[in-house]
């Protein structure tokens, strides 16, 4: 049986994606748990690959590598103020080791990582859900597109 990914055939049937780990500095200490379950679904709800806990066709492993705040768009102040950044970037990034055991050319080892803008008079509390899933589609969508589409 053979399976089209944006017009790409595989003859893949399984896919293993194992519990990323979180080598990332700062963040909610469930973010790879996070990033795992977010990847398996869009693989379940986009393919209709059988996921098994090992040895799949199609194996997935890796960390969440980065959580990195930084300070973008300065806002004027007067002069007895410091400069105050208006917005803050949170990137994100994952560390995804790749392997097709039908086509082992197709192997990498790549990061992916992508971020969202959030304005400062929000606490990062407050939209970190939101950004982080946001992120989290960025980045399981390149990684499709790398894996499968071959993009």
């Known amino acids: 049986m053979s399976y089209s990914f944006t017009g790409i055939t595989t003859t893949a049937e399984t896919i293993t994606i194992s519990t990323f780990y979180n080598e990332a500095d700062g963040g909610p200490p469930d973010l790879a748990q996070r990033f795992t379950d977010s990847m398996r679904d869009y693989f379940q709800q986009n393919t209709n690959l059988i996921m098994v806990d090992e040895e799949g066709d199609l194996q ?19 002069r007895e103020e410091a400069n105050i950044a208006a917005q803050t970037r949170l990137t994100i990034s994952v560390n995804v080791i790749f392997t097709n055991a039908e086509d082992p050319d197709s192997d990498f080892t790549r990061t992916f ?3 969202s803008d959030f304005d400062n008079d929000q606490p990062l509390e407050s939209v970190e859900d939101d950004l982080i899933e946001e992120i989290y589609e960025s980045v399981i969508l390149n990684i499709f597109n790398a894996s499968v589409a071959n993009w």
């Open 60 to 78: 997935f492993e890796g960390a969440v590598t980065g959580f990195r705040l930084s300070p973008i768009s300065p806002q004027a102040s007067n």
């Open 113 to 115: 990582s992508f971020f």
